[in-house]
C-alpha cells in the first residue's frame, strides 16, 4: 500500500472538516448554544460524525465526538484514525476529558485529533499531547 500524498491528505482532511461543519448545525444546543460537530476516519476511510444533544435534563446529553464513535460502530469500524471537532467558540475547541477517554479506547497515541472553528481548522494534536500517559485497554492486560 503506498503512503498518502500530500494533496490526498488535504483532500482528506477537507472532507472531515466539511462533514464536522455540516453536522454541527444540526447539534441539538438549546440551553448552551454551543453548538459542536465531530467528523473521524475509521481505519477503512470511512467517515462517521456526530453533533452535540443536549438534554433538561442536565447533564445528561451527548458530546459530538461521543456521537461519532457511537456511529462507526455499527458501519463496522472499529478504529480511530484521526477526529476532528468543529465548535462555534472563539477559542480553541477540543475533546473534553470524557471524549479523549473515549478516543482513546479505538485510537493510539499518534492518532491525530483536529481543532477547528467554523471558519478554519485552528490546531492539530495527537491523542498523547491531550491524554498523556493515559489508560487504555492495553493497561488490563488480558
Do not use: W
Amino acid at each position: 500500500m503506498q503512503a498518502a500524498t500530500s494533496a490526498q491528505r488535504n483532500e482528506g482532511l477537507t472532507a472531515l472538516f466539511d462533514a464536522a461543519r455540516a453536522v454541527r448545525d444540526r447539534a441539538h444546543a438549546p440551553y448552551s448554544r454551543f453548538r459542536v460537530g465531530s467528523a473521524l476516519r475509521d481505519e477503512r476511510g470511512e467517515i462517521h460524525v456526530g453533533c452535540n444533544v443536549e438534554n433538561a435534563a442536565y447533564p445528561v446529553g451527548t458530546c459530538a465526538e461521543a456521537g461519532a464513535i457511537a456511529a462507526r460502530m455499527p458501519g463496522g469500524g472499529r478504529r480511530i484514525a484521526e477526529i476532528l471537532v468543529c465548535g462555534d467558540g472563539a477559542g480553541l475547541v477540543t475533546p473534553c476529558g470524557a471524549c479523549r477517554q473515549r478516543i482513546r479506547e479505538f485510537a493510539g497515541p499518534d492518532t491525530p485529533i483536529h481543532a477547528a472553528g467554523p471558519d478554519r481548522i485552528a490546531k492539530t494534536f495527537t491523542l498523547a499531547e491531550l491524554l498523556p500517559e493515559s489508560f487504555g485497554p492495553e493497561t488490563l492486560g488480558d
